[in-house]
C-alpha cells in the first residue's frame, strides 16, 4: 500500500514539471515573437497631413502700380478786371455747381461805361436817320439837277460812315456787357472750393496771379499711375476687349478706396523708368479719393480661363526646382516636379506636372519623403477659399 502510494506520487511530480516545462517553452516562444528581428525597422506611423484638390477655372490676372489722385478738373478762379472785392459767394470747402457765384467785384465803373456805350449807339443812330433822310432828298433833287453830284455822293458817304459807327457802337456796348459781367465771378465746374485766397476788401487785379479760390472736381476723379513697360500690349488688348477695371487701394493695401476703369494709356513708355502712364477715373461717391494722395492701383489685365492651380503652400522649392507632394491611392506621397505659371493670390498656375482632380499635400512637409504614408486631415469648418487673383508677370 504505501509503495502504491509512492508510485502515485511519483507521477503527480512528474506531471506537473511537464506542464511547468510546457509553461516556460510557450512562454519562451512568446517572448521571442515579441522580440525585434535584427536588422528590421519599426514601422513609422503615418504623417498626418492637409491636402489640397487641383481644380481648373477662369483665373483673373492682375497688375499692381503706384499712382496719385488728381481732381478730374482743377480750375484756379482769377478775377477777369480790376475793382474791389465786395464779396464772396461761397463758403470754404462746399460744393458748387456751374453758374453759383463765388465773388463779386464791384460793378459800378464797369456799368457806367455800359451805359456811355449805348448812348454814343442812340446818338449815332439819330445822326443815321437824318443824314438817311438828307440822302432821299438829295436823290430826288439830283434829276432835276437841283443839287450837285458831288453833294449827292458826299451824302451817300455820310451814311455809310454813320452806318459803321453804328457797328462800331454796338461792339462797344458788347465789350462793356462783357466786363460788366465779368464783376460776377461764377464757377466754371461741378466742384469743391478750397481755401479762399483774396478776402473781400481788397483790391484785385485782372493781371496778378493770386487768384480768389481753386474749385476741383472730385465727382468723378482721376488717378495716374505707372506699370510696367512690358505690360502694354496685355493691356492694349484688354482695352479693344472692352472696360479694364482698376481697384484704388490705400499705401498699406488694406483699404479699397474705389473701383473705376483704365480711360487712357499714354502714348510713350518712359524710357528712364521704363514704366508706362495710365489714367483711370472713378465716380468716388463716398470721396474716399482725395486729390493729392498716393494710392496703389490693381489693374485687371487678362483672364486665364480653364486654368488648373493649386495652393500656393502646396508649392516647394528643392535643388531640381519646384515641386508638389502628391497623394496616391495607397495614401501615400510622391514627389512631382512641376513647371508653374502665375502666382495667383494664394494659388499658383500649374503648367506642367498634375492632372486635374489629383491631391497635393499643404502641410508638414518638412516630415515628408517619396513614398511616406500620410493620414489626410479633415479640413476646418468655414475655411477660405483661395483668392483667384494674381499678378501679371
Excluded: C
Amino acid at each position: 500500500m504505501f509503495m502504491k502510494l509512492i508510485g502515485r506520487i511519483g507521477r503527480t511530480r512528474l506531471v506537473m514539471a511537464g506542464a511547468g516545462a510546457a509553461l516556460v517553452l510557450a512562454m519562451a516562444v512568446i517572448g521571442a515573437a515579441d522580440k525585434p528581428v535584427p536588422g528590421a525597422r519599426p514601422a513609422a506611423a503615418p504623417v498626418r497631413i492637409e491636402t489640397a484638390v487641383a481644380r481648373r477655372g477662369d483665373v483673373p490676372i492682375y497688375a499692381d502700380g503706384l499712382g496719385t489722385v488728381q481732381a478730374y478738373y482743377t480750375v484756379a478762379v482769377t478775377p477777369r478786371v480790376d475793382g474791389q472785392l465786395l464779396r464772396l459767394g461761397f463758403v470754404e470747402g462746399q460744393m458748387v455747381k456751374p453758374g453759383d457765384m463765388l465773388a463779386q467785384i464791384d460793378p459800378r465803373p464797369y456799368q457806367a461805361a455800359y451805359d456811355q456805350a449805348i448812348a454814343a449807339k442812340f446818338k449815332d443812330a439819330a445822326l443815321l436817320a437824318n443824314a438817311r433822310r438828307d440822302l432821299e432828298r438829295y436823290v430826288k433833287l439830283a434829276p432835276e439837277e437841283f443839287t450837285s453830284q458831288q453833294t449827292l455822293e458826299t451824302q451817300r458817304a455820310l451814311v455809310a460812315q454813320l452806318q459803321a459807327q453804328i457797328i462800331g457802337d454796338q461792339a462797344a456796348i458788347d465789350n462793356a456787357a462783357t466786363q460788366l459781367d465779368y464783376t460776377t465771378i461764377r464757377s466754371p465746374i461741378e466742384g469743391r472750393t478750397g481755401i479762399r485766397m483774396t478776402d473781400p476788401g481788397n483790391i484785385v487785379h485782372a493781371a496778378t496771379a493770386t487768384g480768389i479760390v481753386v474749385v476741383t472736381q472730385v465727382q468723378p476723379i482721376s488717378l495716374i499711375f505707372t506699370l510696367p513697360g512690358e505690360l502694354l500690349h496685355a493691356l492694349n488688348r484688354a482695352l479693344a476687349a472692352g472696360p479694364v477695371a482698376v481697384t484704388a487701394l490705400s499705401r498699406d493695401g488694406k483699404q479699397q478706396l474705389g473701383i473705376g476703369t483704365v480711360g487712357l494709356v499714354d502714348n510713350q513708355i518712359d524710357q528712364t523708368t521704363g514704366t508706362i502712364r495710365l489714367k483711370a477715373t472713378f465716380q468716388n461717391r463716398d470721396n474716399l479719393l482725395w486729390p493729392g494722395d498716393f494710392v496703389n492701383a490693381h489693374v485687371l489685365v487678362s483672364t486665364r480661363h480653364d486654368a488648373l492651380t493649386i495652393p500656393s503652400t502646396a508649392v516647394q522649392r528643392g535643388p531640381r526646382g519646384l515641386y508638389a507632394y502628391v497623394v496616391t491611392a495607397a495614401d501615400a506621397v510622391e514627389m512631382r516636379p512641376l513647371e508653374v505659371g502665375q502666382e495667383v493670390g494664394t494659388v499658383t498656375v500649374i503648367e506642367k506636372g498634375l492632372q486635374e482632380g489629383e491631391r497635393v499635400a499643404t502641410s508638414n512637409h518638412y516630415r515628408l519623403q517619396p513614398g511616406a504614408r500620410v493620414q489626410v486631415a479633415e479640413p476646418a469648418q468655414g475655411a477660405a477659399k483661395p483668392a483667384a487673383e494674381g499678378k501679371a508677370q
